[in-house]
């Protein structure tokens, strides 16, 4: 898993909240992602939705692609498909995706690198891992966010950010035991490249084995740990938490994590990886239907009719959007309303 790596020590340092009066966050629950194939059959494990989506809002949807080592003519992708109502954010730990979509932005996005895809008004995009790789094969591991976006900027034009792996800001714990990667938001003063319409936090940290990572956290914001790889526990009450687990954290103003003593990541890597994932509640009616977030059964109604008939772009050929895993998860067959949380 390179993404990005540094020396901790070279890095600037975020303190550790300090103080009896600190509140931390304990865990409220864990989840166990769920296998699923996508696209054109890649397996991703998905935490959420599934779960009460209050719990996770601003995010919609969380795919943890690999890790897997595909041989050659095995790696696969998602070809073209639209959206509408929120935004994209996917990050690449190894091996490459590449992007296109039909607003002509897009790119190869590689190890440590992001692409953030502001779908809003619509959007027709694919995601693709390039022919070299796809000819050789190789290890693959990345996760792609959803994140979605309040009713006053639902329409916003689509847009494209290309997040190079040289442009997340890297930073290291205060006792130098764990590397932190902000790809967006801001901690400790520290802000990250992505540049958010709902407000969030991004970080990818790599935790040494038996350290200790004290942060603080937006207490405004809501808190989500999910394990890349590895493991450890979650909270000062030290709830255990492996590989493809997410933690959702109650209410307070700081998080503690505790990496275990013994790490193995396919043999080759010792560190505990976990995503931390804290956004500001839109808290706002959410109809759903596959590749389209918006506010009401009508709007949903709005998009496919909008995508069938080529106003979300002329790129790609426009088939009636067909019922995937995504679908399921995300409303099914019929647009579904759900009420804030």
């Given at each position: 898993m390179p993404a990005v790596t540094a020396d901790t020590f070279t890095l600037p340092r975020v303190p550790s909240p300090a103080g009896g009066s600190t509140r931390w966050r304990g865990v409220v629950r864990t989840v166990t992602a769920r296998r699923q194939l996508e696209g054109e059959g890649?397996?991703?494990?998905?935490?959420?939705?599934?779960?009460?989506?209050?719990?996770?809002?601003?995010?919609?949807?969380?795919?943890?692609?690999?890790?897997?080592?595909y041989g050659p003519g095995e790696a696969k992708g998602a070809p073209?498909?639209?959206?509408?109502?929120?935004?994209?954010?996917?990050?690449?730990?190894?091996?490459?995706?590449?992007?296109?979509?039909?607003?002509?932005?897009?790119?190869?996005?590689?190890?440590?690198?992001?692409?953030?895809m502001t779908a809003g008004a619509g959007v027709l995009h694919s995601e693709l891992p390039p022919q070299d790789f796809v000819a050789k094969g190789g290890l693959f591991h990345?996760?792609?966010?959803?994140?979605?976006?309040?009713?006053?900027?639902?329409?916003?034009?689509?847009?494209?950010?290309?997040?190079?792996?040289?442009?997340?800001?890297?930073?290291?714990?205060?006792?130098?035991?764990?590397?932190?990667?902000?790809?967006?938001?801001?901690?400790?003063g520290h802000r990250g490249p992505g540049v958010t319409r709902t407000p969030i936090s991004y970080v990818h940290a790599t935790v040494s084995p038996g350290a200790r990572l004290a942060l603080p956290w937006p207490p405004e914001f809501n808190a989500l740990v999910y394990v890349l790889a590895g493991r450890g526990t979650v909270g000062t009450e030290r709830r255990p938490l492996e590989e493809g687990q997410l933690a959702v954290l109650g209410p307070g103003e700081a998080l503690s994590l505790q990496s275990a003593d013994g790490q193995d990541y396919n043999g080759s890597r010792t560190g505990w990886e976990v995503l931390l994932l804290g956004g500001l509640p839109i808290r706002e009616p959410i109809a759903r239907y596959g590749p389209f977030v918006m506010n009401t059964k009508a709007e949903i109604v709005q998009a496919v009719e909008d995508f069938q008939n080529g106003r979300l772009g002329s790129t790609a050929p426009r088939p009636v959007p067909h019922r995937t895993t995504t679908d399921t998860a995300l409303g099914g067959e019929d647009a579904t309303e759900e009420e804030p949380g």
């Open positions: 890649f397996e991703v494990r998905r935490p959420f939705p599934g779960m009460d989506l209050s719990a996770a809002d601003p995010f919609l949807l969380l795919d943890h692609l690999g890790a897997v080592e073209w498909h639209p959206h509408r109502g929120f935004e994209t954010v996917t990050y690449m730990l190894d091996g490459a995706f590449e992007h296109t979509d039909s607003t002509g932005g897009g790119g190869l996005i590689t190890e440590g690198a992001t692409q953030w990345g996760v792609q966010l959803w994140v979605n976006l309040p009713k006053s900027l639902k329409w916003t034009p689509a847009q494209y950010q290309d997040i190079t792996a040289g442009e997340t800001v890297l930073l290291s714990s205060d006792d130098g035991g764990s590397l932190l990667r902000v790809i967006a938001g801001d901690l400790a």
